[in-house]
């Protein structure tokens, strides 16, 4: 007969299981977010690629010329955070069903109204030209400000449960991250999604009035 299991021995066979489910789940996680980003970035090449072969006008954009562009907004690791491109929105996990992709992003050439340098960058640009910028986080949104962490009771929180660790959520202030959660509080980052990073456009004129 064979000996029966003691009960320590058993708690260890589950904890053996539930490491090597944990294991297979990260596995897993690690080789979907791997094939995202690297679906994304043949998404992008491939758009700067076809970009190369639009054919430019003389047209020129010059200061408060009012224009529109086609967009794609990126990091160094290739995470698209924005673009007007359904293709790339749709490569990247990105796409926002509400959105209306017909629509090229429009403003005022050196007017200030976008991002520091973005309405800079493309001063002399033609129509059809494709430029691709980078913009320091300093100029961007700024560095990241460990006093914009912010922790709060759950007693003070309603329905604290519904929160998880990393989820961004809408505030008046607008969207902000889940940061840590312990036993007794809910610490929200209040810091911008892309304070502390170097930002990429790769920004195609489409009209200029």
Known sequence: MKKP???SQKNFMWIWIVGAIIVVLVIIAFIMNKTVKSNCESAVIDYQKL??????QD??????????????GRLKDWTVFDTSVESIAKACWNYQT???YTQWLAFQAWAWQMIAWFDAWVIWMKIWETKTIKIPYMQAYGARDEKKLLKMDYTKIPNPEQYKKGMTIMS????????????????FDTNHMLAGKDLIFD????DIK
């Open 98 to 100: 509400w959105r209306d």
């Open 59 to 72: 047209k020129t954009v010059n200061n408060w010329n009012t224009i529109s562009v086609d967009y794609i």
């Open 172 to 187: 008046p202030a607008g969207p902000i991250k889940v940061y840590k959660i312990s036993k007794t509080e809910i610490t």
């Open 51 to 56: 970009a190369k072969t639009f054919e430019i």
């Open 203 to 206: 920004i195609t004129i489409k």
């Open 5 to 7: 299991q003691s009960k």
